[in-house]
């Protein structure tokens, strides 16, 4: 039987440096310069370099593929990102994941998993939420 628990959490710390992010928007397609440029980056309401939206939502997908992938076979099935603050490069996040809904289908021969979703700052600021549904079963 797939082990899932309402309530059950995961988390990841990571620091996104700037040259971390310059990779990953290039390797995205990404090239808007709020990624790359410091120069650019420092004259904007930011005041330096951010992290794209596929950089923090690619590591929040790939926790929940990391973490489910322990327990059984795992699909990802929808996932909706809101973001309120941007990540600035060097700035230390924290992603949180936590089981809303634990839903067994039978067709599936799985579980349907319901997930909400935060990265937060080292001030406990909300930077994104996210929500997301995965399919956990015993093979794919």
């Not at 310059?22 to 790359?36: E, K, S």
């Not at 809101?82 to 994941?97: M, N, R, S």
């Not at 634990?102 to 021969?109: D, G, I, M, R, V």
């Not at 349907?112 to 990265?119: A, D, K, M, N, Y």
Request: charged share 25%.
């Amino acid at each position: 039987m797939l082990e899932v628990q309402v309530g059950e959490h995961f988390e990841e710390q990571m620091l996104l440096t700037p040259v971390e992010i310059a990779a990953f928007a290039r390797l995205c397609g990404d090239f808007n310069p709020l990624h790359y440029d410091e120069a650019y980056a420092r004259q904007t309401r930011f005041g330096g370099i951010i992290a794209s939206g596929p950089h923090v939502t690619a590591r929040m997908m790939g926790l929940t593929a990391t973490y489910f992938s322990k327990k059984g076979a795992m699909l990802g099935l929808e996932f909706d990102f809101h973001f309120h603050k941007p990540v600035k490069a060097g700035e230390t996040i924290t992603i949180v994941w936590e089981v809303i809904q634990a839903e067994p289908k039978a067709s599936l021969q799985g579980v349907i998993v319901s997930l909400e979703g935060r990265v937060r700052d080292d001030a406990g600021r909300v930077l994104m939420k996210a929500s997301g549904k995965i399919l956990l079963t015993d093979r794919l």
